[in-house]
């Protein structure tokens, strides 16, 4: 079954493995390019930021009606996670990344038709090094092979939708604080390196498909604080 896809990205992040057959300096923008090519034909992508404009003088009307019209008949996010994609020095409401998945977790109305929220993916692209441990470190513990998230390198709207499951199942490890480590789809929204997404992206769709489908198990915030 086809999918409307919304992409979400910082199109001007420069602190990404460079791409092959790119010339001068690659992008998180070139990467939503890539990822068009990797979907299946009759998924559709609508892009999110693409020319960078300031948004700190656009009331929340404006910024609304820009993204309601892209997201509200997309079924699934693809957030594109990269190591500059936030700016520490600018307040979050004035970045467009949140804006972004807040519109997409909310449940829109238009025309007597109203959308639902969308399955959202946080696909993590390698960093200038090729690595991925700025976000995702596998096997960060030697007993359980568990993997550990830095959320605290996040948008607070993505921190706040990982590890969010009301019910949250363990595993035992005495390595882990509370000796106690999560185990299955703890996060509303799931991440995925890169790498592997490529590997076989339907995959991880239905993931988060999925996860949408038991999203009354997860403690949702849609907006921005």
Not at 32 to 41: C, H
Not at 195 to 207: A, L, Q, V
Request: aromatic share 10%; proline share 3%.
């Amino acid at each position: 079954m086809a999918n409307k896809i919304f992409v979400s990205y910082k199109y001007s992040d420069a602190r990404v493995n460079p791409l092959k057959g790119i010339s001068g300096t690659t992008t998180a923008r070139d990467y939503v390019d890539k990822l068009d090519e990797i979907l299946e034909e009759e998924d559709h992508i609508f892009k999110g930021e693409d020319d960078g404009e300031d948004m700190s003088n656009l009331q929340d009307s404006t910024i609304g009606s820009k993204l309601g019209d892209k997201i509200f008949d997309s079924t699934v996010t693809i957030v594109l996670i990269s190591k500059g994609m936030k700016e520490n020095d600018v307040a979050e409401a004035d970045q467009w990344i949140p804006w972004e998945i807040s519109y997409s977790l909310k449940e829109q109305s238009r025309e007597n038709k109203r959308s639902k929220t969308n399955a959202v993916l946080a696909v993590v692209l390698p960093d200038e090094r090729n690595l991925y441990d700025y976000f995702i470190v596998d096997n960060s513990c030697p007993y359980c092979n568990s993997r550990m998230l830095k959320t605290d390198t996040l948008f607070q709207i993505l921190k706040n939708n990982m590890f969010n499951i009301k019910k949250p199942e363990y595993i035992d490890c005495d390595n882990h604080i509370g000796g106690k480590a999560y185990k299955g789809y703890s996060c509303y929204i799931h991440s995925v390196k890169w790498i592997d997404f490529c590997t076989n992206p339907d995959k991880y769709i239905d993931i988060a498909l999925e996860i949408r489908r038991n999203i009354n198990e997860y403690e949702i915030t849609k907006s921005i604080k």
